[in-house]
């Protein structure tokens, strides 16, 4: 296994909050970290940039008073999630600020940039690249990334196309580095699966918006707890990148979703929708296949204390069966 240093000893279970655009904030980091996953969020959800730091500042803070004040049981790290890509002006300024605060992991996406990656080893952090194939990957390790995130295929928003399975058996062949696993993991069950096909650790992020302390819109959370991965539509519409999306949320805005157009994908945005009045994340959902274990908004705690209850079962059916 190839966990991180700055994750041992400090995980209830093998897995990591995907950053959420929109919705992850300084109140489900925290709660995350705090129940033993590592939380992330983009930084482009600290708006205007300045707030970053305040966001950084309250993370540190109230990590740090967690972790005295239960020194046997410390917070897992946090992650920030930084885009990579040229439509993201904000790129070098939120960088200087995970120096500033040395911030522990940072999740690059959307473009692998070798001054990135430097800037953050510069004080021991480390730095994990999001792919959806072989390639990317072999260039992100070229071009300076520590471990790799595999975005397979049934995973929420941006997403791949490539079973977990193969994606997994590719890479393994070359890297023996950390490798995280995307895709449709909501229950300790997926979790053991993705450890057993090479993964050291899974990727979650579609459960995380079905808890209290996620920033978004009550429905969208319901309508997790209502659907299942049939409802789940791939398009590269609303972004320019293909991605999954909840098929109500793409009717809601007067679209049908069995019938989308393509979009120019050198045309890459962040809010665009199908109309002037719909924009991608706020109003088209977007979430993996993984919805149909959801069944109820629950706190991040709750919903962490079922995944390492799941966890822990499969681990032991698994052993009683060799």
Not at 72 to 77: G, K, T, W
Not at 249 to 270: R, T
């Amino acid at each position: 296994m190839a966990i991180p240093e700055c994750m041992q000893g400090r995980l209830s279970i093998p897995a990591v909050g995907a950053p959420l655009f929109i919705i992850s904030n300084p109140d489900l980091v925290i709660a995350q970290c705090k129940a033993g996953v590592v939380g992330a969020f983009p930084a482009l959800n600290a708006r205007p940039a300045e707030v970053l730091d305040e966001w950084l500042t309250r993370i540190d803070e109230e990590l740090d008073a967690h972790n005295q004040a239960n020194p046997d049981n410390p917070a897992a790290p946090y992650a920030v999630n930084q885009i990579v890509h040229g439509s993201n002006d904000r790129l070098m300024h939120d960088v200087e600020l995970c120096v500033k605060h040395k911030v522990p992991v940072v999740i690059t996406s959307l473009g692998a940039r070798p001054e990135v990656f430097e800037a953050i080893h510069s004080y021991g952090g480390i730095c994990l690249h999001d792919v959806i194939n072989d390639r990317f990957a072999r260039k992100a390790i070229e071009k300076g990334a520590d471990g790799l995130i595999c975005v397979a295929a049934g995973a929420g928003g941006h997403a791949g196309t490539l079973s977990p399975m193969a994606f997994i058996h590719e890479i393994r062949e070359w890297f023996d580095g950390p490798v995280l696993l995307s895709g449709a993991i909501a229950t300790g069950d997926g979790i053991l699966a993705a450890q057993a096909m090479g993964a050291d650790l899974a990727y979650i992020g579609s459960a995380f918006i079905a808890t209290k302390e996620a920033n978004a819109d009550p429905a969208y959370k319901q309508a997790l707890v209502d659907n299942a991965a049939n409802d789940i539509v791939y398009t590269n519409l609303f972004t320019g990148v293909h991605g999954n999306y909840l098929k109500p949320s793409i009717e809601k805005a007067g679209l049908d979703p069995d019938n989308l157009p393509e979009s120019d994908p050198s045309a890459m945005n962040f809010g665009s929708g199908g109309s002037s009045k719909s924009k991608a994340w706020r109003d088209i959902w977007g979430c993996g296949q993984g919805i149909g274990a959801i069944k109820e908004v629950a706190s991040t705690a709750q919903l962490v204390g079922r995944l390492e209850a799941e966890y822990n079962a499969a681990r032991q059916r698994v052993l009683k069966a060799s």
